[in-house]
Every structure is written in C-alpha cells, then in structure tokens.
C-alpha cells in the first residue's frame, strides 16, 4: 500500500478536490434526503434559529413511501403522474434522437453553405434556455402568438396551448425537442464522420442501395454514440424542470415527478420536505433501474461503458 501511494500520490492530490466537493454538495445532500423520507419532517416541525424553535419530526419508517404510492391526488398522483414522466421522456428523446440523426446525415453530405447551415441549426443549443422558453410562450400565446395568428389566417381552430389542457404537455415537449435537437445533431455528426468511408464504397461496390447502407453501415457505426446519448437524453429530460416551470408554471397537465417534488417543497400551505424528498428518492430509484437494464441490454450488443 505504501508503494502504491508512493507511486501514485499526485493522482490521489489531483482528484483529492473533485472527492470533497462532490461529497459535500451531492452524498451528503443526497444522504439527508434519504433520511428524510423515513421522517414527517415539514415547515412547521423543522429546526428554525430565528423562532427559536427546535426540530420535532419524528421517523416514520416507510410511511412516506406508502402514501405517495397510493393516496393518490393528495400525494402527487404518482402513478398517473409517472405515466405523464414517461410519455414526456420517450416523446423527447425519440423526436431528439430522429430530428437529430435526420439533421445530422443532412449536414454529413457536400453542399453549399454547410458551415452556415450548421450554425443556424446549432443557435437553439446556444441561446439560454429561459429565453427561448420566453420565446416559445410568445408564440405559443392563445390571443396574440404568431401560432394561433397563422392558424387563424388558414380557417384553423386557435386552441389554448399552454391551459388546462393536455395540449400544454404537447406544447412543452415541442419546446424541449428545439432545445435538445442540436446536442444530438452535433454528436451524431461527430459519430458519422468517425465512420471509415472505405466501408460505404464496399457497400456500394456491392450493391447495396442507400437504405441498406444506412441499415448495415451508419446504424451500427453510430451504435456506441447512439447508445451514450439516449442514456443521457433519458436521464436529462426524465429530471427535466425549467422548460415545464418556466413554460406552465403549476400546471397539472404538465406535471411530471420532478416538478411536483419541486411544488411539494417550496409551495403550499405548509412545506412538506418529507414527501418532496420521497419523491426524489423514487425518482434516483426509477433511473438507477432503467441505467441497470439499460447497460445489460447494450452490453448483450458488445456495448461497453
């Protein structure tokens, strides 16, 4: 062991600061959280100096957890909420994926103005995200916004996009695909260009047509960046919360887990932090289930990460 550190002490010095603040602002939040959720701790029973007022929460075992999984619409609705979560997310990483891959094989060819192309299509990744959700809310506006003007000029019924409707999850995922669609469309054209072109003249010597081509050579070439990004797309969107706050606000149309924790926490009579952080926790164990299986199944496909 000695040696070992003798060898490998400036390692050990280098990530010595990366251990300790990853420690002090994530395990031990996380680890708090945790405990809290065997706890009732809320507003008015937590620790407060400036009342002078000491903590009186009490552990409560698994109470949390059962509530929320089956009082229904007092607790967040989990499950249809879950629902909601799932359909946001595998709506908006299907649609980055596609839009992104589609993009992606277009900018991939010789033409005129690539370089500019490839600027515009990135612009949406490079604006901050709340000033395009203000965008977004502007044209989506049911009296003034540019997408009921137009449907109006064409006869169209202008319906209340962002209301209590499920158009406003329709209009949130639609906001959440323009942001996220240039991150995949830069990675993936990174992916296609690392794939040798001596592969597709094979191919084509052979005679294969362009779908085959895209099915036998760019599918699987792309197979190890496709299966990194939906990981991350997954994981990014599922945990998603200011393009669904800042677009709806408190909106049960458009709740998904992470924002009703987020109301649970900071809103409300009375702020309840235990059934706030049972909600996180089901949330880190829903996407450590979906990371297990997730890995076992790329790993079956000679993925390795």
């Not at 049911?142 to 209590?164: E, I």
């Not at 699987?220 to 939906?230: A, D, H, I, K």
Request: glycine share 8%.
């Amino acid at each position: 062991m000695r040696t070992f550190l003798a060898r490998h002490w400036y390692a050990y010095a280098m990530a010595l600061p990366v251990v300790v603040v990853v420690g002090v602002l994530v395990l031990l939040p996380l680890a708090q959280g945790l405990y809290f959720t065997f706890t009732d701790i809320n507003e008015a029973n937590i620790a407060n100096p400036a009342l002078e007022r000491r903590a009186s929460y009490e552990f409560v075992g698994l109470d949390n957890y059962v509530k929320v999984l089956t009082r229904g619409e007092s607790y967040g609705a989990f499950w249809s909420t879950l629902a909601r979560t799932l359909i946001w997310t595998s709506g908006c990483v299907l649609a980055h994926y596609c839009l992104g891959l589609g993009l992606a094989l277009l900018l991939n060819r010789p033409m005129r103005f690539r370089g500019l192309y490839r600027v515009l299509l990135i612009l949406p990744w490079a604006v901050p995200p709340f000033i395009s959700v203000f965008a977004w809310r502007y044209l989506f506006n049911s009296q003034f916004g540019v997408v009921n003007q137009a449907l109006d000029g064409l006869g169209l019924p202008t319906p209340v996009w962002l209301g209590q409707s499920d158009l406003a999850l329709l209009s949130v995922m639609v906001i959440n695909i323009w942001l996220g669609v240039p991150f995949m469309m830069v990675t993936l054209l990174g992916g296609l260009q690392s794939i040798p072109g001596e592969l597709y003249e094979a191919a084509e010597m052979d005679g294969a047509t362009a779908w085959q081509r895209f099915r036998d050579v760019t599918l699987p070439g792309l197979r190890s960046v496709s299966s990194t990004l939906v990981l991350l797309g997954v994981i990014w969107t599922f945990n998603l919360f200011h393009v669904i706050f800042l677009t709806t606000g408190q909106n049960p149309h458009t709740r998904i887990l992470v924002t009703y924790a987020f109301e649970r926490f900071f809103s409300g009579g009375t702020r309840d932090y235990a059934v706030a952080s049972t909600y996180g926790a089901l949330i880190l164990s829903l996407l450590l289930v979906f990371v297990t299986i997730y890995r076992r199944a790329t790993r079956r496909q000679g993925e390795v990460w």
